[in-house]
């Protein structure tokens, strides 16, 4: 079947501007997980979901970082007023249910700040 | 405060060498330790995972070896092929819904 996908593979934006980050899960994984891999931080969890709310946000680094999900399945991550520190690859990971421990990742989404 | 901290950061080893990446983690509630392989622009993927109550645990070429007393875990690699040169994370979580800590990674590269 189908693994987790990710779009856009590639974002160039400007410092100042928004960007949205796309994710979809592996059907009918009910949790999902945005996690952040930048060099010399290696992978960073920023937010989870299960099913549409978020039980655990911690590690969004900043209120310019917010994240939905829609309908239990497709997640966006958004970060807003980009600073160039916010350069990463933005990887989506997916876990079946409450009591499934493997997650499953996307190909990511490298955002460059210029 | 690094939770999961692993070692070496960069591993060169010959075609059919053994390659041993190791890891140390510092909470006792972790009880999933998962070993991700990445190659450059994809995702990490799973390569296997082992919880607390065995001391090994075998797939193909792959084998983690679980220390709970000394609270480390280490992947090895039989046989290992130019095809296995990647970045490996470890990692490590609580059970159910919670997210993964990770290690820094490994950078692999297996010689012919």
């Known amino acids: 079947g189908a693994g987790v996908s990710q779009s856009p593979s590639n974002k160039v934006t400007e410092k100042g501007k928004d960007v949205e980050l796309r994710c979809d899960p592996i059907?009918?994984?009910?949790?999902l997980y945005w996690y952040r891999q930048s060099l010399g931080q290696g992978l960073e969890f920023l937010i989870y979901?299960?099913?549409?709310?978020?039980?655990?946000k911690s590690g969004l680094p900043s209120d310019r970082f917010s994240a939905e999900r829609t309908g239990g399945s497709v997640s966006t991550l958004t970060i807003q007023r980009t600073q160039q520190e916010d350069s990463a690859v933005y990887l989506c990971?997916?876990?079946?249910?409450?009591?499934?421990?493997?997650?499953?990742f996307g190909p990511g989404t490298r955002l460059t700040v210029l | 405060q690094q939770q999961v901290k692993q070692s070496p950061q960069s591993l060169i080893v010959q075609k059919g060498g053994i390659p041993i990446i190791n890891c140390a983690y510092e909470?006792?509630?972790?009880?999933?330790f998962p070993w991700y392989q990445q190659f450059p622009g994809k995702g990490p993927a799973l390569l296997i995972a082992?919880?607390?109550?065995?001391s090994e645990k075998k797939e193909g070429r792959f084998t983690i070896s679980f220390n709970k007393s000394a609270k480390q875990f280490s992947l090895h690699i039989m046989d290992s092929q130019p095809g296995d040169s990647a970045t490996y994370f470890c990692?490590?979580?609580?059970?159910?819904?919670?997210?993964?800590?990770f290690g820094k990674g490994t950078r692999l590269s297996v010689i012919a």
């Open positions: 979901f299960q099913g549409n709310s978020a039980p655990d």
């Open positions: 082992i919880r607390p109550d065995v």
């Open positions: 990971a997916s876990s079946l249910g409450k009591h499934s421990d493997e997650q499953f």
């Open positions: 059907s009918g994984h009910t949790a």
């Open positions: 909470n006792t509630a972790f009880d999933y």
């Open positions: 990692a490590a979580k609580n059970s159910g819904n919670t997210p993964l800590v």
